[in-house]
Structures are given as structure tokens and as C-alpha cells.
């Protein structure tokens, strides 16, 4: 699989400090960063957003507003889940790259990372997607990959995938085993099943003696 730090880019220079406002405003005229890194003699000094240079005068460089860039980045030995974080966290389309000295070695392009994500296993392999839900004092990571394990599933990844006061949700891709019995076997340990399965006995059953009292009040 190809590294993350392989998509590190430099397909743009750097925004000096000294730049005019106005070809900075150029610049983004004819692309669709949301963000872009502003270097002072050769050191990152932080992006500056779309939205805020079209507001800038013209006729004054970068330099003049320092106090408006954003001081995100991504380190070069960061993993992708650490990279997209940044994004994420950021709101942006392109994260500066530091390496562990500081110096400014390129950039990170969402549509790069996104690229990488869809080579991992957890989208590329063929799986069945589970997406549970337990309250957060009880949710046990080892205890997930347990039940999976003991049923004689593979788990090709999973994630938080929501939280709230109360409860935590977890989504989990499964490439082996039988899905019918891991469903079965996370509600017996009191795990809500949010997402639909054809598999699903539990539901089946459910829904038959539904439709069989629909039937029956209706004769």
C-alpha cells in the first residue's frame, strides 16, 4: 500500500509574506483551496483562507495580515487517520506539510487522502458493514473484536462512528463469518444494531409474527 507521505505535493509554491494582496487573490481566483500556506523567509507562517483574502485591500501585501492566517498543519510522519483529523478539524481542503524540524515541505490535498482511504482494506475489501450502539460507560473495544472473533468472523476495521451524552456508535467491517450469529451474539451483550441486515433472524421473525397480527386483525 502506498504511503501517506507519497501524496505530499508542491504542484504550487507557497504564498510568500510579501506577495501583494492582489495576486494572492488571482491565485485563488483560478483554483478551489479553501485554504493555502504563507512562508516568511523560507519558515511557515500559517494559511490564509479564501474567504478572508477576498475581504483584504488589494494594494497591501500578506504581510500586513499576519493576524488573520491559521496556524494548522500536518506533520510528515503523521498517519492518515492523524492527517484527516487535521482536516476535519480545520474545515479545509488543504493541510501544510512540517517536517519533525519545522521546515514547510509541501502540502496534503483532501482529494489525495480520500484517494488513499479508498485503498485501505476497510473500503476496498468485500465485506458486511455492522453498525452498533452501546451506552459509553459499557463499550469495550476488546469486547467487540471478541464477539466477532468468537463467531468466527475478521474484522477489517471499525471506528467510532457517533456519540452523545449517553451512548457511543461504532461501524465495523466484517470480511468473514457468519453475520447472522455476530448480530445475535452483540445483543446478547446488550449492543443495539443500528444498521439493517437481510441476514438479520431476529428482525425476520419479528416482522413475520407482525405481518402474521396484521393478518389476523384484519380477518
Known sequence: MT??????????????????????????????????PVIEE????????????????GSKKI??????????????????LEVLEVFAK???NLVPVLDDKN???????ITDIIKFFSETPFLF????????????????LSQITQIIESNNGKTLGLFVSGTDAENIEVTIKINAGPINEIIQTFRRYDYEIVS????????????ERSDYLDKYLNI
Open 63 to 80: 504581510f500586513d495580515y499576519k493576524f488573520s492566517l491559521e496556524g494548522f498543519f500536518a506533520r510528515n510522519n503523521m498517519v492518515w
Open 125 to 140: 475489501e468485500s465485506g458486511k458493514i455492522i453498525v452498533i450502539k452501546k451506552r459509553q460507560e459499557d463499550y469495550s
Open 42 to 57: 523560507e519558515v511557515y507562517i500559517g494559511s490564509i483562507a479564501s474567504e478572508d483574502i477576498e475581504t483584504f485591500d
Open 196 to 207: 439493517d441486515h437481510h441476514e438479520d433472524n431476529y428482525i425476520n421473525t419479528l416482522k
Open 103 to 109: 521546515k514547510y515541505i509541501g502540502y496534503y490535498e
Open 90 to 92: 480545520n474545515n479545509t
Open 3 to 36: 504511503e501517506i507521505a507519497n501524496y505530499i505535493t508542491n504542484d504550487f509554491k507557497a504564498i510568500d509574506s510579501q506577495d501583494s494582496i492582489a495576486v494572492v487573490q488571482e491565485f485563488f481566483d483560478e483554483l478551489t483551496f479553501s485554504h493555502f
